[in-house]
């Protein structure tokens, strides 16, 4: 055994030593400039993986040579799989995937792992490369870059897929986890409900929105694309009218956008956007909930026309309520514009 593989013996028995620590010690075991492609390549050293033309053009070699190299640095780092260190490694990466229910996309993998520091997240990535338990699922049709324990589930995740696809387009629209696999398992009752979940977040056309929520990848509800899109699916989700700095705070706190909401932007495309109504100070709602634009007195037009009948305070009040957010004064002072509204005793009406 070489000087730097007792190194890696004696850092494997330390107790809770990172994955970053675990493979600069391995590669220890490797010639000098092997070491430093291997990191380069997998970002072991400030956690930006390279290209094989950037590393090639660092050492003057072609970057078919840097491939041959990583490859063979793989090949003799695996060779070191009955090692404590390497092992160690190895067990817990493939727990997580077992976790799983035989797959995990790479993204799923790091967030179950908990690391968010790119060094340790490389580092996990460079031990299943070498890993000969752990299997790659490129990246291709509708599979996310993957890890896997076996290659047979790869074919129970392609029909989950197929079954996911046909219950989306029956139901178009979002799904909650309970309402997808369960009209999953209603057509291929041999899965759990864990499976039928766990099979959908490989999916690369099929994603779960911020909310909690099924649907193919490409549906605005899923992945809104611009600040209107996502404006209508927090309204949507929350089902109740909401002030605009509400709004772009639901935006934010759940991350809906990659780039912090400005209240006053979404003003604006509130606004600008007709399926979106003002009701009260700042206040929007969806068209579709049966709110309609206008003024106070507008909607106090509407709604003694509706009625066809002398309506009380209080019953104008208890209708308008319904459409508008605004304070009792308000009413007050339109339903004295002696040009639309007449009144007569306690109670009022259209001006003829």
Known sequence: MKKGTKI???VAKNAGVSFFELANALLINLPQRSQEIVKKRFGLLDG?????????????ITRERV??????AIKKISKYSDMDIFRAAEEKIIFAISQRNGIISEEKLIEDLGFDHPGEANSVMFFAVC??????????????KSRALSKDIVIRVADVA??????????????TDNE????????KSELSKEEVLNFLSILSDISKNKFGKWGFSNWMEINPKGTRERIYLVMKEHKKPLHFTKIAKVIDDLGISKRKSHPQTVHNELIKDERFVLIGRGIYA??????SPGAVKDVLEDILRKSGQHMSKEEIMTEIMKFRKVKKTTVMINLNNNIKFVKHGNKYALKA
């Open 67 to 72: 491939r041959q190299i990583v490859v063979d």
């Open 8 to 10: 890696s013996e004696n």
């Open 162 to 175: 197929d079954v996911a696809k046909t219950v989306l387009k029956e139901s178009g629209s979002p799904m």
């Open 131 to 144: 890993s000969n338990k752990i299997i790659e699922i490129e990246e291709k049709g509708s599979l996310r």
């Open 180 to 187: 997808i696999a369960k009209k999953i398992i209603d057509k």
């Open 48 to 60: 930006n993986s390279q290209t094989l033309e950037k590393i090639g053009s660092d050492y003057g």
């Open 286 to 291: 969806l068209r579709e909930w049966g709110y």
